[in-house]
C-alpha cells in the first residue's frame, strides 16, 4: 500500500458520527441512505478490483472509479436515474468530508466532486383522486387494534402529507389532539412543522391510543406505530401495509386505484387535493415542509385540471361565428367520414 494512501475504514465512522450526524444533523433517514450508497461502492470495488473490503484504500475513491461506478449501477444493477444521483450525493458528501481530514489529496476529492448528477425524463406524477383516496381507506377494516393502527396510520399519512419516514419516527407526544388539535413533524435537516388535523383523524388517533395506552405519560416517547414485536415500524413495514390495500382497493376498481402505489404518492395526492381545493401554494409548501415555493409549483404544473378551468374562465369569445357556405372541405361537414373517404377514392381512379 502506498505509504500516503489510508484504509477507507478508518475514515468512515467519522464520516457519519462525527460529521453527518454532529455537524450537518442529518436526519436517519439521510445517514441510512448514505451507508447504503457507500456499502454499494465498497461493493463494486470488491466486484470489480477484486479486493477485500478491509482492504480498500483512499485510493480507490477516483473520478474514474466513480465513473465506472455509476455505469455499473445502470448497466448492470438497472438502478433508475434518481437512485443513481443519490449515489452519486453521498460520494460527494463523502469526499468533502475527505477534503478536510486527507488534505494531501484534496485535487483527488475535488476532482470526484466535479462529476455531475444525470438528467433523467421525468416521469408523470402519480396520485389518487377524491374517490380513490376514500375507496382505499375504505378497504381497511376496524374489528382488530391491528387493522385501527393502520387506518388510523395510512388516514395520517394522507391527511398531513407528511413523509413516510417522518411517519415513523412520530411519537405520542407530538401529536396535540385538543382544539385546534395539530402534530409535529421532523422533516428534512432536523426541521419540525406544526400540521393541523382534521376531526375524523383525531378521532381515530384518540381511539389508536387508548387501544395501545399510548395516552400514558410514561408512554410520550414511545414510537407511535409499532411492529407486532413492539418495535419502531420501518418505512418498508408501511409500504407492506399500505400495498395490502392497495391490493384490494385495485381489484374493487381497477380505474380509481393502480396497481401499485408508494407512500410518498399519499403526499403527492394531498397536496392535489389541497390545490384543487382552492389553497394557497405558501399554505401547501408549509404544510409539506418545503424549503422553497418553487418545490411546491410542481403540482400546479401536475394538475392539468387546474390549468383547464383556470384558461377557460379566462376565456374570451374573440373567434368570429362562421356558417356551412360550401368554403370548408366537405369531410368537415359530411356526416360520414367513411363515406366522404370512399368518394375521395372513388375519384382518384
Known amino acids: 500500500m502506498n505509504r ?21 444533523g442529518c436526519s436517519p433517514h439521510t445517514v441510512r441512505s448514505y451507508a447504503n450508497a457507500l456499502s ?12 477485500r473490503s478491509e482492504r480498500i484504500t483512499t485510493a480507490y475513491v477516483t473520478k474514474k472509479l466513480v465513473l465506472e461506478y455509476l455505469s455499473w449501477l445502470e448497466d448492470k ?29 484534496i485535487d483527488r476529492w475535488q476532482d470526484v466532486l466535479t462529476i455531475k448528477t444525470k438528467k433523467g425524463t421525468a416521469k408523470p406524477m402519480l396520485f389518487l383522486s377524491v374517490d380513490g383516496i376514500r375507496l382505499l381507506l375504505n378497504q381497511i377494516p376496524t374489528d382488530t387494534i391491528s387493522h385501527r393502527r393502520d387506518l388510523a396510520m395510512l388516514a395520517l399519512l394522507y391527511d398531513t402529507g407528511a413523509r413516510v419516514n417522518e411517519l415513523v419516527l412520530l411519537r405520542p407526544c407530538d401529536l396535540h389532539l385538543e382544539e385546534p388539535a395539530y402534530l409535529v413533524l421532523q422533516g428534512k435537516g432536523n426541521k419540525n412543522r406544526a400540521v393541523p388535523l382534521q376531526k375524523k383523524n383525531v378521532a381515530l388517533l384518540t381511539e389508536y391510543l387508548n387501544d395501545n395506552r399510548l395516552h400514558r405519560p410514561e408512554m410520550q416517547t414511545e414510537p407511535l406505530f409499532k411492529n407486532r414485536v413492539g418495535g419502531r415500524l420501518t418505512c418498508a413495514g408501511v409500504t407492506y401495509i399500505l400495498m395490502k390495500y392497495i391490493r384490494k382497493a385495485h381489484s374493487a376498481n381497477p380505474d380509481l386505484v393502480p396497481v401499485k402505489l408508494s407512500p410518498h404518492c399519499l403526499r403527492h395526492t394531498r397536496a392535489m387535493h389541497l ?6 401554494l405558501v399554505y401547501i409548501r408549509d404544510i409539506l415542509g418545503h424549503v422553497s415555493i418553487l418545490t411546491t409549483e410542481i403540482y400546479a404544473r401536475a394538475d392539468s385540471r387546474q390549468k383547464r378551468e383556470a384558461l377557460e374562465k379566462a376565456y374570451r369569445d374573440v373567434i ?24 375521395l377514392g372513388s375519384r382518384n381512379h
Open 77 to 105: 444493477k438497472n438502478v433508475s436515474v434518481s437512485t443513481r444521483n443519490q449515489r452519486l450525493a453521498a460520494i460527494h458528501s463523502l469526499c468533502r468530508y475527505l477534503q478536510r481530514v486527507d488534505v494531501p489529496h
Open 4 to 24: 500516503t494512501e489510508t484504509y477507507i475504514a478508518r475514515y468512515i465512522g467519522n464520516f457519519f458520527s462525527v460529521y453527518l450526524c454532529a455537524e450537518k
Open 275 to 280: 390545490l384543487q381545493a382552492g389553497v394557497n
Open 40 to 51: 454499494s461502492y465498497i461493493d463494486f470495488i470488491e466486484t470489480t478490483q477484486h479486493i
Open 320 to 343: 368570429p361565428e362562421t356558417s356551412d357556405d360550401g368554403s370548408r372541405p366537405s369531410w368537415e361537414t359530411d356526416r360520414s367520414l367513411k363515406e366522404w373517404l370512399k368518394r
